[in-house]
């Protein structure tokens, strides 16, 4: 049914839908309308069976869905920025033992400088934790990928972070097809764990393996990430044939075919980056998008067959490796290695700064005429000045200060010293 | 049966033995239906108090509600010794995530089992003194205020003894660890510092807090019992020595747990609702020295250059814990 509604309310809806069982949750911005929401539903009984945890913290919030999920519950946790650093320890605990957790990150930076506004820092910086990583690009994709990953985490035992955009999804109302209960409940199916916490059966979960087996038990969490590339197309199918729409996959491929020049992004931006591309093709210019979709696993084989007939692949990311360069960069570099395409680094939209179809278009144009180095690192709409003049500061005073007041005041917006 | 040979346990107390009374008195560690749900194999060290403590606690909590019990257990001593890959000792379902997690785990499990209508299968959570009082204190303290439908059992050992015997907020003032060594002007571990977590646990007036020790199996029996009649969060805070890092005799572990609460040095209690309603009394009370010379950890204060000063501090502490708790029979005060 469309219903005109608000991100993280759509979220709570498809949630409710998937009937989890028990709910852990610590408020964090912008996360905070889809547990606030989540636990209204609890308790009007719209979302029955189901306990819900209002925990201490991101770390308790995630330990308690483990245990949960040990005991054979379907769950579901909430998390953003700070908050889902503050659960690392447990994200990787989680993937190691297998638990089909549902997490959705609410993506927003990390600080310092403490920023509420979105980038991908957060789930980027768990790239590594053993979780199946999927981006939104729409609210609608929200919802759809929320379905589709509690089916994806049960068949494979794999917890699953659905990844939206803090703010420019969470809090922004859309016109959004929420499916039925029972069409969820048919393309759900009753959560059977692999591992159960049964007095009629008991197992040890979470033992010590020393370097007998180690490499072996990490190495089948490889293992079920790669299944997951197999596994997410038949489950992005599945949800066509039973929703009449198509959501989800690895990639998200825009006018690739005969592209010159892709640009590579992930989430909400794919929308402007598409409008680009259209006005691009509409001046005669080779241009098309390639959305990620699933960065975890990383679909390396899809990546390179749909860049493959490419020259320059741009990759716009909203995050970047500090001291390295990107970290989609890096992932479609391997991919694309020893095809004849150049593929550019640009770190953009960091802490919430809009990333605008001007900027994009002039970054293009400068990447097709030649007058961008693919093998420097860049940054879109970066205040040049605005360093320089700290990094003067920084070289001149014995005490400099702190950076972030020092730019805010030479930008005229901090009280402290305002009035001097 | 011929000729069998009677063994009077804990001779030297005032506790009857076991072998002795009819089966129904029996302490559950003395029935033949006890569950060993920490069965025998592991690798805690010889005299281990911990292994003793989670024994007594897990036999008597599975004879409580009939074998309907998981465990969670935070990372520390009794986790590793308990799983040395390929084994383990559990004979219960059993789950370890990490070290400071164990209380919201539990909770998760609780959460769990009330959702799928499963509420009589209960739930005990475990841990060190270190996974209780330092880097599970946060989890613990929400599991307490949220009332989760969880026992949790913190060992107490007075040290990260996992990883060799470093101070924690429950290492007494003194002792020497790891990191806390005798140097310098202050040997051993500072005056004016560390917690008590039951009283902390009391003041989220939470259902029942308790502690006890591994020398008095009744009591600690009677209390995992007691526990079990609540439902919500409840504390149970075991005294369990530790050979090892306390460096004393592993034949001296039940020994030592009587003489620190002989002593007054750790007060033995039940609470309800925030509100000491029970203290166990001193039999026959002795001098803090009495406690602190088996112990290489305590070898300071009485070495080549004794410290009455600081023997005296902790008497002082003892006595403070006798007015506070009323820990002597009337008339002995």
Redesign the interface.
Known sequence: MLRQVEGSQAVARAVTLCRPQVIAAYPISPQTHIVESLSDRVRTGELTSCEYLMVESEFGAMSACIGASGAGARTYTATSSQGLLFMAEALFNASGLGLPIVMTVANRAIGAPINIWNDHSDAMSMRDSGWIQLFAESNQEAVDLHVQAYRLAESLSVPVMVCMDGFVLTHAFEEVDLPSQEQVDAFVPPLVPQQLLDPADPVTIGAMVGPEAFAEVKYLMHVKQMAALDEIPVIAEDFLRAFGRASGGLLKPYRVEDAETVVVALGSVLGTVEEVVDAMRDDGLSVGALGITCFRPWPVAEVREALGRAKRVVVVEKAFAVGAGGIVGQNVRDATRNLPVDVYDVVAGLGGRPITRASLRRLLDDVVAARVDASRLHFLDLDVELVQRELERARHGARPGPHAENMLRDIGTVASGAYE | MAFQQIKLYQTGTFVAGNRLLDPEQRSVQARTGRSNSLTSGHRACRGCGEALGARYVLDAAMRATD????A??STGCL??FS????E?S?????????F??GP??????????????RED?RVVGQAGDGGTVDIGF??L??MF??N?DVLFVCYDNEGYMNTGVQRSGATPPAATTANTKALGGTPGNVFGQGKSVPLIAMAHEIPYVATATVAELRDLEYKVEKAMTFRGARYLHVFVPCPLGWGAASADTVKLARLAKETGLFPVFEAEAGTVTEVSKIRRQVPVEDYLRPQKRFAHLFGDQPRPDVVARLQARADRNIARFGLLPEGDE
């Open positions: 074998g309907n019990l998981v969670v257990n986790e590793v799983t040395p890959y390929p383990s559990w004979q219960l379902p059993w789950l370890h995530s990490l400071g997690n919201a785990v539990a909770a998760g499990v609780a959460a769990a089992l009330r959702a799928q209508g299968i946060g989890t303290s929400g205020e949220r989760d």
